[in-house]
Every structure is written in C-alpha cells, then in structure tokens.
C-alpha cells in the first residue's frame, strides 16, 4: 500500500510548487502522476516522472509552464507551476503506480493509489 498526501497554498501566486509525498511501499512506485479536476469538469491528466528514470511526460496545455520532478531519498513528487492561468484552477491530486509487467507508459496509464487532492485557485 502506498499513502500519497499534497499539500500547497490554496491561492496562489503567478508561479508556485505542489509538493507529494509518498510513504508505505514506496520501493513498489514506478510512476507518479499529478492530475486536476476544475469545477463541473472531468478529471484531466497533468504530468507524471518515471520513479526510477525520471522521465516525464506533460499534457499539451502545460509544456513549458509545469515541471515535475522526483526526490528518491525524501520520497517526494514537486510539480513547480510558472506562468499559471485562471484556467489552471482546480483541484490537484497526486497518483502513483506500481510497476506492472509490462512496465506500461506513464500516460495514458490507470494509477493505483491517490492522495486527496489541493486546492489550487489562480486569480485573473
């Protein structure tokens, strides 16, 4: 079992980081994702590193803005937002996997555990 938990400021400024970090098994992740969900609006895939690589993959809409990146010694995923926008606003959620045989991608892929998510407000 693998516990996630988020924490970040709810409003934030025009660049803030998400931080995730992981406890229980975590020898077991082979990927950690980060995803939202807006107000009436379907969760949506945000970014996800490669425990061991630490290979990304982002969503079109965030290339170039959002950087995540992995610490193995403290166990913690950091999704660092730049240039965020009112449309950046939702809630964020921290998700891991396991490894599979096969390993699988890191999207689209179905992540296992899930933290309970942050509120993230971006003001216009």
């Known amino acids: 079992q693998v516990h996630l938990q988020e924490s970040g400021p709810g409003l934030i400024k025009p660049s803030q980081t998400l931080s995730c970090a992981a406890s229980?098994?975590?020898?077991?992740?082979?990927?950690v994702g980060w995803f939202r969900q807006a107000p009436g609006k379907e969760r949506e895939f945000v970014a996800a590193?490669?425990?061991?690589?630490?290979?990304?993959y982002y969503v079109d809409s965030v290339k170039g803005r959002f950087t995540i990146s992995r610490d193995n010694a403290k166990n913690t995923v950091d999704l660092q937002m730049n240039s965020l926008k009112p449309e950046d606003t939702a809630v964020y959620y921290c998700?891991?996997?396991?490894?599979?045989?096969?390993?699988?991608?890191?999207?689209?892929?179905?992540?296992?555990?899930w933290g309970q998510g942050t509120q993230v407000t971006v003001s216009s």
């Open positions: 229980g098994r975590t020898f077991n992740i082979y990927a």
């Open positions: 590193v490669n425990w061991l690589s630490g290979s990304t």
């Open positions: 998700a891991a996997d396991r490894l599979r045989i096969p390993s699988g991608s890191l999207y689209p892929r179905t992540y296992e555990y």
